[in-house]
């Protein structure tokens, strides 16, 4: 039998049908590149930037390896005394340098513990801030004399490592970042209990908010020794565990949520003009490919100091030889970057300072990295590093 040819009304029929579906799919389409256009100048202009400029870091910088890798300095921020202006009441505790290889498939977090005691170098005056001579003194104060700039001038000249970008973190949007993606799981050895960051934590795998991880980055006295050592561990933890919640299907997947956190995220950082959204987000999705034996924190190797109560000296043997390996973009696994003597021992109350005569381990920390969070269980844990 042979088909009848359709009727002309419903060759029409089938012309308006398809109109329409094209039509529909055109005003989707439009809709959704406006959506992620507004997002986009959105999340861009939550990012405030600040030029790090040649007056600010000196001719004699060091060289940059001939490689595609990449040095980050990190540092977190604190506004003291309810002072709001630029800079002025503003403190840096944290201070890390993160470097990506150049194929992306390795990266190292390196601390460096705020009560160092090292050479800091000279540096302009900027912003309101008075700059800084030359003098031994604390890492961290080279950031309330010449802002970031300065701070950036220090790290590249104590490791003879090129830095490419920094970004300041606000540890008061921190907790924004936190709350978005619906707490960070984290394993408490034991019981916490800080009046001053008003923390009390049992011991057991934690959901922790953002009022409660910002105490727990920022508690130092009432744990260990009570120096920036044990702080330093402690946030080298949350950072991993918080990365592994954000970069989990149970954030990427869900729309609302990673809006939230990347609204939040952008609110709180200041960076360089060059390291923009497009090249965050970049080098977030490379970070996710990258397996958990090839994501590296460490800590500068120190000891404390025996001329100076309270400070930590570096190591220079082992800190050097740390350097060399990140400023060539050489694999921290099987460097043997290690010192033998041992960490400092648990403070009694009764002591006022940490023991002078101990040095801290040169290792390298392989913090458990996978791109699922770890599921919160009321079951006792214990932190125990990956070799």
Known sequence: MIDEPPAPEDNALSRRRRSWLLWSLAIVTVIMLAVAATVYAKLTGNIRH???????LGDARPAKAPTAALNILVVG?????GNTAKYAGERTDTIMLVHLSTKRNNAAVISFPRDS???LPACRSREGLPGQQRHLGMINSSFNFGGIGCTWKTIETLTGIHIDHFVKVDFTGFKGMVDSIGG?????PEPIRDKYVQLNLPAGWQTLLGEQALGYVRARYSLGDGSDIGRIQRQQ???AAMAKKAMSSETLTNPARLLGFLHAATKSVTTDPGLTPRVMSDLALTARSLSSDKVHF?????????AYPGRVEWLEGPAKKLFRLIAADQPLTGSKVRHTQPAAPRRAKTDTKPSAHHAGPATTTTVPYSPEPTPPSSA?????PAS
Do not use: G, H, K
């Open 298 to 306: 460490v800590t500068t190797p120190w000891r404390y100091s025996t």
């Open 50 to 56: 600040i030029e790090v400029t040649r007056e600010d």
């Open 380 to 384: 006792p844990c214990a932190l125990v």
């Open 77 to 81: 921020s604190d506004q003291r005394d």
């Open 117 to 119: 005691l090292v050479q």
């Open 184 to 188: 960070v799981d984290l394993c408490i």
């Open 237 to 239: 933890d949350f950072v």
